[in-house]
DNA sequence: AAATTATAGGTAACCGCTTTCCTTCTCGTC
DNA sequence: GACGAGAAGGAAAGCGGTTACCTATAATTT
């Protein structure tokens, strides 16, 4: 069908230019020992020729690649979409190329991929990690180049991470929620279990009912749902359960979108009887009828700064903050 | 901090075994010209060790990789969710590993994506193109690896590409609304300009009308939107434009989603005043208020059908199909 | 028993590129 | 004019594998 084949190497520049490939390639390598003219000849030719260097023979050689892999759990998650274009475009400005896997929030999923990064050469990975995957600490560990934590991660005192300050951002919630109906139930319901987002979020809820001098009842608590229609069964749950007025704190803004939902089927008004809050602020969410109170998760910053934290590890520049917990913002809106 | 390094190379095996790399490598390709004990104990050492081949090095030998890449517009849209799992299920199944790059819906980021894929000895790959990103069509065929088109295609008599029937989609929504309103407005809203769903959805509604008999007008028709907040303020402005009843078929559901809510701000109500379909069936669309009524696409089976037929491709083997359009279901809700 | 043929494994080249020495040349210097 | 130094470029090794081609046994054949 074409013509040309496109396998241009060094070897085919270095023979036309009757030049050896150790000149071609320090030409290319920006090395001060070749002359002016020759290098600009060198370069002329590899744009007429369209020579891409074959990175795979780079990285073999070199030992390492311009390559970073980023392992997130779930890149169907509309959360995601912020969260990467931070990873990427900061990334993209240090030089880096950006390889984006897809665990499926499957731990050994997930393994199979670190191993086959291990073995590639990547200059560092940015692991967002499955539900369940503590077993991958150890491939993580084995492969020497560095990586980060974001979004989520395995321990507290983790080596180093990027996160949203998940506690504060329930914290401040369910503050807001019981602050504007002192006195009665807030509920709480929460994402999957087992992955620290939903764990700090847990913990902040608590405290905040703490604070408030409240007794926290088990009844109040919804655990390990995953998606709208799991959400959904226990917003019925809950309507046919408690008597307004109360309130529901929502881990994540699509579990607060199901409950809305069956809240409103039960005939339940939300704000009027029900107040909602969820987490991470959607697109949707302000364009909702009615139009979703939540906490705003900071992606794109939380993105840059995981970028820039690998960035600084792959340079093997001291850091001076290995954790970092990046602060979410409330916002009302009409379910609150 | 670790004291063992993981660089085990078929060399290291060797060397512990006392035989030839040759053979290790033999017994990890499976020829049969090794005796059943020495390739026990190979495999044996090997997992010991915990060896994992060196794929650039492979790649780099053999001329091609097991990886394909999937260059994706912009994975940030919810509609990606489905299909990606579409291409990975089916891909990894088949034994290869997928590569998510991401366009961002930049041509020129897209030229160089597909530029660093040329040089990395891909198997494959599957691209769903930025606007505007006819150029990389020559980069596409220069690297001499298949590729097939997937939910977007430059030209209709493409080589190979796998997209939803848009047109079909459009049509069996615009059909719908007029039949449910007839002789009354069917307006329309579209996506970006110049991207293959967005010029089938808008023929849809052309001929959807024209079989209807109803004379097309250009006001009915809102171009190039992008996102929630464009479609509010085109909402809001119909909203003071015509007078109900009428109907809108939205080339999206993210965009339904704001002309839905700039409607409910001016006080007309859906499905009485207005009624509205949109395209996709996002995951909230059942929950939201009033539920939205839309033209699911087959999104999985994009996924699946792209990667079964770049697997052929890569095989080498002849292909019967070059070209799917994958049927839309309308699906009735609330809004219409 | 000699010749043929499997069987099991090894040797070495090569994939495309980088990098560490070398080798030339050309000058400047005393 | 001989010598040392710097400039410009090349030869070759090696990154971690794969594979075509060989060699040395062991098994089979006649």
């Known amino acids: 069908m074409r013509s040309t084949s496109n396998n241009i190497t060094m070897k085919d520049i270095a023979k ?35 020579y891409v260097p074959n990175l795979m023979a780079v990285n073999l050689r070199c030992n390492k690649g311009n390559m970073v892999g980023l392992v997130l759990s779930d890149i169907s998650k509309p959360y995601f979409s912020k969260v990467i274009h931070g ?9 880096y190329q950006t390889l984006i896997f897809n665990s499926l929030e499957q731990a050994d999923r997930q393994y199979q991929i670190l191993k086959q990064i291990a073995s590639m050469y990547l200059a560092g990975v940015i692991i967002d990690p499955a539900q369940n995957s503590q077993s991958s600490k150890e491939v993580l560990d084995s492969m020497d180049i560095p990586y980060v ?24 919630a369910t503050e807001h929620l019981i602050q504007r109906k002192p006195g009665f139930p807030v509920l709480c319901i929460n994402g999957p279990d087992n992955i620290s987002p939903t764990i700090r979020r847990y913990e902040g809820y608590l405290e905040a009912l703490k604070d408030a001098s409240i007794q926290q009842k ?4 919804f655990n390990n749902l995953y998606d709208l229609s799991d959400a959904y069964t226990i917003g019925k749950k809950i ?10 704190f929502c881990s994540t803004d699509q579990l607060a979108v199901g409950v809305l939902r069956a809240l409103h089927d039960s005939g339940l008004r939300v704000p009027e009887d029900v107040g909602i809050v969820g987490v991470d602020d959607v697109d949707m969410a302000p364009y909702l009828t009615p ?24 340079n093997g520049q001291p850091v001076e ?16």
């Open 16 to 50: 036309r230019m009757h030049v050896s490939v150790t000149t071609v390639s320090k030409v290319l390598n920006g090395h001060q020992d070749i002359s002016e003219p020759t290098r600009q000849r060198v370069l002329q030719t590899v744009k007429e020729m369209g």
């Open 87 to 95: 990873y990427e475009s900061t990334l993209l400005a240090a030089g």
């Open 149 to 172: 934590f974001s979004n989520r991660y395995f321990a507290q005192d983790e080596d180093y991470y990027v996160a949203a300050d998940n506690k504060k951002a329930s914290y401040l």
């Open 218 to 221: 088990s009844e109040w608590v």
């Open 239 to 248: 309507a046919s359960t408690f008597q307004p007025p109360f309130s529901i």
């Open 291 to 314: 139009s979703l109170s939540t906490v705003s998760l900071p992606k794109e910053s939380i993105g840059e700064t995981s970028a820039n934290l690998l960035i600084t590890l792959m």
């Open 321 to 336: 903050t290995p954790r970092y917990l990046l602060d979410p913002k409330l916002i009302i809106r009409e379910t609150s």
